[in-house]
T-cell receptor, first 115, second 112 residues
């Protein structure tokens, strides 16, 4: 079955700490991978996406993610978090090729950054 | 950046009542989606819509649900007879071609 797993439910960090949020997926065939962020009271916003090419993708606000096909993983990283990164982060996948397909989301990871 | 809008932001209804959730996708987008997120659970796909018809739907999207694009701008989700378990945040998304999906802010539906 197609699924996305985010193993960390809630991560608490101090400012300037490094961040890595895990994401593993189960999906047949080629994939497109996404990280969305939802700040408190706001809608889902795209942080970054992978369609093809360089498996290390850079997104907005200093975030990056690495697609490791052999591990079915797409972990999100940021070298130094800020208080304003407090939000919920969702990993999602859909089928590669033309990405008009529905997104399958993970359960989300809530990040709390202490000032 | 262009935005998807949704109304209302919060809808409270009695069990068994019909509700219509409204979305205005980004104007030149061609693919439209509804997702929902029950409190504390993951975002789940409901239905996708392209060329004035449903292109894909999930098991959640049963006969109680329907979608329409009545006037070329609005994209609506109707729940005919709401159940308690329909209480959730409902997100609309739109997409143009092989690009990312843009999400609206969501409508919180509370069924009493």
């Amino acid at each position: 079955a197609q699924s996305v797993s985010q193993h960390n439910h809630h991560v608490i960090l101090s400012e300037a700490a490094s961040l890595e949020l895990g994401c593993n997926y189960s999906y047949g065939g080629t994939v497109n991978l996404f990280w969305y962020v939802q700040y408190p009271g706001q809608h889902l916003q795209l942080l970054l996406k992978y369609f093809s090419g360089d498996p290390l993708v850079k997104g907005i606000k200093g975030f990056e993610a690495e697609f490791i096909k052999s591990k079915f993983s797409f972990n999100l990283r940021k070298p130094s978090v800020q208080w304003s990164d407090t939000a919920e982060y969702f990993c999602a996948v859909n089928g590669g090729g033309g990405s008009q397909g529905n997104l399958i989301f993970g359960k989300g990871t809530k990040l709390s950054v202490k000032p | 950046e262009p935005e998807v809008t949704q109304t209302p932001s919060h809808q409270v209804t009695q069990m068994g009542q019909e509700v219509i959730l409204r979305c205005v996708p980004i104007s030149n987008h061609l693919y439209f989606y509804w997702y929902r997120q029950i409190l504390g659970q993951k975002v789940e796909f409901l239905v996708s819509f392209y060329n004035n018809e449903i292109s894909e739907k999930s098991e959640i999207f049963d006969d109680q649900f329907s979608v329409e694009r009545p006037d070329g701008s609005n994209f609506t989700l109707k729940i005919r007879s709401t159940k308690l378990e329909d209480s959730a945040m409902y997100f609309c998304a739109s997409q143009i071609g092989a690009q990312r999906q843009y999400f609206g802010p969501g409508t919180r539906l509370t069924v009493l």
